[in-house]
């Protein structure tokens, strides 16, 4: 088991390596100079324009600048930010709680909902409890983030006033982004849940279970939900990194500060040294996250073993 | 006493409930058994409802439960920025900020008039490159150093220093030589060239008088972590797109003449906080957690206007509007006809009808209605007249086509616009003009980008069309920013146009200090750039601002980009 757990992280450093050139590459083969960019609508001599591409270091060979990138890991050191110099691990280390904190209240929303959903929808199956509950959840599919949240700004701080319509800076904050959030994040599952206990429940095993006269709540969680979990939880599992590093619209339409919406106004930048240290560290939260995740199966069904 | 209850298995009863029992196991420890499903779903329904009151009964009780107490001034700003250092920003925002953290040289009090800030008086060369400035002697720093002439001279050397790499500082400063101290409270400020536009820019917060030993002792962080002036308001805290913290300055005394007061300001401290999405930003003004927001989206602009507990401030934006560059250095755009024709072929009002919702006025010239020399002769010149637009298309060669898009030749009427992805209205405009072209016979291609990839297009004269819009109190800047040669080919003028006369009437409003002949050369200019027809002016947006009636004492400069809440109160 544990040498499991660190052959998996030893492998964690070739596709951290791998992704930080790919990015690496990517940036630089899209079209946009950093320095024009920096510059924006300002008016600027070509001299200028030079000194601060030599300030930023883009004069220098991409290897060199690759390798720069590299050699400053070890220490922590991700580098600056190539526009306004503040040092990319602070950027993230500032950003990454607010981060984490929606993305956890979020998950738990999602979970709550989505499981409840897709168990309801699978037991009912055909009832008018599994149209309602899939109706939700087409809801939660094909409803733009973007309208929802401003709906629940709109009825439950403007209109009912319970919660305050910007979301960062204490708990009662979070309840809004958390729950906009949440609620796409649950549609997915529910519609994953339903499908998986739907197949389980048509396996012989249940059928074997249920004819040794077991009750069917001890069926449903014994035999049933553990075994439609497996699918379940590698999806939950991709879906906490895409709430903790994909949740630009809900950051903005909120007013948090967050990973997803630094990296995204860094690639608008140029910001070559943000992107990379932002990339790094979504690609470590994904492979710690896949970690977890295979492990879990192991909880799930014995016959997965990690030797 | 025999213990009823001591054996593995018992059965306990805890707290008299008989709902939430517990049993004792082997080893003796109390453990907890589960509730009754019925129960526990009751217990549920009772939490969540008593979760629910709690949050609404101080709001329908206490009207205004989020708002806070008095004295502090929460404003809902617009979006984050690059660096708090004013001297190295581009952004307007740090702009609005910083004017309370430092003071500028003077105050600008309408187009072209001044006032004393840390300069009691001044003095300005015939010539307009230098400049003598005598300073107050009872200031001092947030970090208690006094202000001195060195100070000044230490601001302005760290503006031109490359390592800076200052933007609209940069830009105010122009053709900056040196600073010489002349003697503790005086300084000369020397230019290369005549800079008649220097005062304007020293009454900006960019050129803003910061502390030389906090400079040096904070060095990269200065501007990043901490930042240091003589304002009324100190910085308290700074977090990256989320909020900046001023606190008032308590041994501040110094505030300007016009401002009539004499002692600290009102508010004990302003909080600024970043929502970018213009709706949530409305509606924080609404719930009371913002009580003043700036950007106020057009579609509230009315509901905002008429509201009895909101105020709206309105105030003419100075600098230059709305308005499209036509690239001269791309045909078919370099053909005068063919700009001409787009002159003649937009629909000004009905696009700001439309698209503005009529909150922005039509547009004449290259500078807003209340900047110093506007032409209002321009309004007159190029009507909406798309007959008038064909004709001259017509005149040019250029022959209607079998699918109504014109042709020359082999050549096909087409124009290239290049525009961002933000803001929207951006690309409402864009169609608009695309409409409007299309029935005079032009057909408009448009190129929606990202930042990165439209800054690339258009530095390398890729595009036909581009939009502009600035702000800024200085014609000569403005002009100069749009239409001097030096600025084209990459720069900000993408109008790529060339004209050696332009450049002449440009650098001579910025050498003349004497009001009279300035404005006469700059109206010269105004109507030379209609004449040339090198761009279209579009839309003149106001600023739009709105707070809650609980506020008053808020100051906006005259060209309306800074509110400055130094005699600011807040009463509830």
């Known amino acids: 088991m544990l040498q499991f757990v660190l052959k998996r992280l030893l492998l964690a450093i070739p596709t951290m390596v791998a992704a930080s050139i790919l ?54 050191d991700l580098g600056r930010s190539i526009h306004n110099r503040t040092p990319v691990f602070e950027e993230l280390r500032t950003r990454v709680g607010s981060s984490a904190e929606l993305a956890l209240a979020a998950f738990v929303v999602a979970i709550a909902l989505g499981l409840s959903l897709g168990l309801l929808s699978a037991l009912w199956r055909g009832k008018w409890v599994d149209a309602g509950a899939m109706l939700v959840a087409l809801g939660g599919v094909s409803m733009p983030i973007f309208w929802l949240a401003s709906m629940l700004i709109f009825v439950f701080s403007l209109k009912l ?47 074997t279970a249920r004819s040794k006269g077991l009750r069917e709540a001890v069926v449903i969680r014994r035999h049933v939900l553990k075994n439609a979990f497996i699918a379940v939880i590698t999806v939950m599992g991709l879906q906490f990194g895409t709430l903790l590093s994909g949740a630009v619209i809900t950051e903005t339409v909120f007013a948090r500060p967050g990973v997803g919406k630094l990296l995204v106004d860094a690639i608008s930048n140029k910001d070559f040294p943000i992107v990379q240290g932002a990339v790094l560290f979504i690609a470590l939260i994904y492979i710690v996250i896949n970690l977890l995740v295979d492990l879990s199966y192991a909880y799930l069904d014995p016959r997965i073993r990690f030797e | 006493m025999k213990d009823p209850c001591w054996h593995d298995g018992c059965k306990v009863n805890l707290d008299r409930d008989e709902n939430y029992t517990g049993h004792i196991d082997r080893r003796g420890i109390l453990l907890m058994d589960r509730m009754k499903r019925r129960e526990f779903l009751k217990r549920v329904g009772i939490g969540v409802g008593a979760l629910a009151t709690s949050q609404a009964l101080p709001r329908l009780f206490l009207p205004g439960a989020y708002a806070q107490s008095t004295g502090i ?61 005598k300073l107050r002697e009872d200031v001092r720093f947030h970090d208690g150093t006094p202000l001195t002439a060195e100070a000044v001279k230490v601001t302005f050397d760290r503006i031109v220093d490359p390592a800076t790499r200052a933007q609209t500082a940069f830009s105010f400063i122009g053709p900056y030589d040196r600073s010489d101290v002349l003697d503790r409270y005086t300084v000369r400020v020397r230019f290369k060239s005549p800079h008649a536009s220097f005062l304007n820019g020293a009454s900006s917060p960019y050129l803003g008088i910061i502390s030389p030993t906090a400079v040096q002792k904070f060095g990269q962080d200065f501007g990043r972590l ?9 910085l308290q805290s ?51 957690e913002t009580l003043f927001i700036e950007d106020v989206p ?84 190029v009507p909406y007249n798309p007959d008038q637009a064909r004709r001259i298309l017509d005149e040019a060669g250029w022959r209607v086509g079998p699918d109504g898009v014109r042709v020359k030749g082999s050549e096909r009427l087409r124009l290239e616009f290049y525009l961002q992805t933000t803001p929207q209205k951006n690309i409402e405009m864009a169609q608009f003009i695309q409409a409007n072209a299309k029935q005079v016979g032009i057909d408009v291609n448009l190129n929606v980008l990202a930042r990165a990839g439209y800054l690339d297009a258009v530095r390398q004269s890729r595009h036909n069309f581009q939009f502009w819009w600035d702000t800024g109190t200085d014609p000569g800047q403005m002009l100069r920013i749009l239409f001097h040669s030096r600025n084209a080919g990459g720069g900000t003028n993408r109008n790529n146009y060339r004209n050696q006369d332009m450049d002449r009437l440009i650098e001579q409003i910025d050498g003349i200090s004497d009001p009279t002949r300035r404005k006469e050369i700059i109206v010269r200019a105004q109507q030379k750039a209609i004449d040339d027809a090198v761009m279209v002016y579009l839309a003149d947006p106001p600023s739009l601002y709105a707070h809650d009636r609980s506020v008053s004492g808020v100051w906006v400069d005259w060209g309306g980009n800074y509110p400055y809440f130094f005699n600011t109160r807040v009463q509830r």
Not at chain 1, 44 to 58: A, F, N
Not at chain 1, 175 to 198: C, D, E, K, N, Q
Not at chain 2, 268 to 288: C, D, F, K, M, N
């Open chain 2, 73 to 133: 001034l929460t404003y809902g700003m617009a979006g984050g920025f690059d660096t708090l250092d004013v001297t190295a920003t581009t952004f307007t925002r740090v702009g609005r900020i910083a004017l309370h953290i430092i003071d500028p040289l003077v105050w600008s009090t309408g187009s072209g008039v001044y006032a004393p800030g840390l300069a009691t008086s001044w003095t300005v060369s015939p010539d307009a490159t230098i400049y003598t400035f």
């Open chain 1, 23 to 76: 990015v690496f590459l990517m940036l630089h083969l899209v079209p946009g100079d950093p320095a024009i960019i920096f510059f924006g609508d300002q008016p600027v001599t070509p001299e200028r324009l030079e000194e601060v591409r030599r300030q930023m270091g883009l004069h220098r060979p991409l290897v060199v600048q690759y390798l720069d990138f590299v050699r400053g890991i070890p220490r922590g």
């Open chain 2, 226 to 234: 901490v930042f240091v002036g003589t304002g009324p308001f100190m």
């Open chain 2, 238 to 288: 700074y977090r990256t797109d989320a909020e900046v913290r001023l606190i008032r300055n308590p041994n501040y005394t110094w505030g300007a003449p016009i401002f009539n007061h004499p002692g600290r300001s009102y508010l004990q401290s302003i909080v600024y906080r970043i929502v970018p999405e213009e709706a949530t930003r409305v509606a924080t003004l609404e719930t009371g």
């Open chain 2, 298 to 381: 057009v579609t509230d602009y009315q509901r905002l206007r008429s509201s009895r507990d909101k105020v709206l401030l309105e105030i003419r934006q100075a600098g230059s509007g709305w308005s499209l560059m036509m690239n001269q250095g791309r045909p078919p755009t370099d053909e005068l006809a063919v700009r001409r024709a787009v002159m003649h072929a937009i629909d000004k009002e009905g696009l700001v009808r439309t698209v503005w919702n009529s909150v922005y006025k039509a547009a004449c010239s290259p500078l807003t209605p209340n900047m110093f020399g506007f032409d209002s002769e321009t309004c007159r010149k």
């Open chain 1, 161 to 207: 006033g319970w919660f305050p319509a910007i979301g960062f800076g204490g708990w009662n904050r979070l309840v809004l982004p958390a729950m906009a959030l949440g609620f796409i994040s649950s549609a997915t599952l529910a519609r994953l849940v339903r499908s998986s206990v739907l197949e389980v429940l048509l396996q012989p095993f249940v059928t």
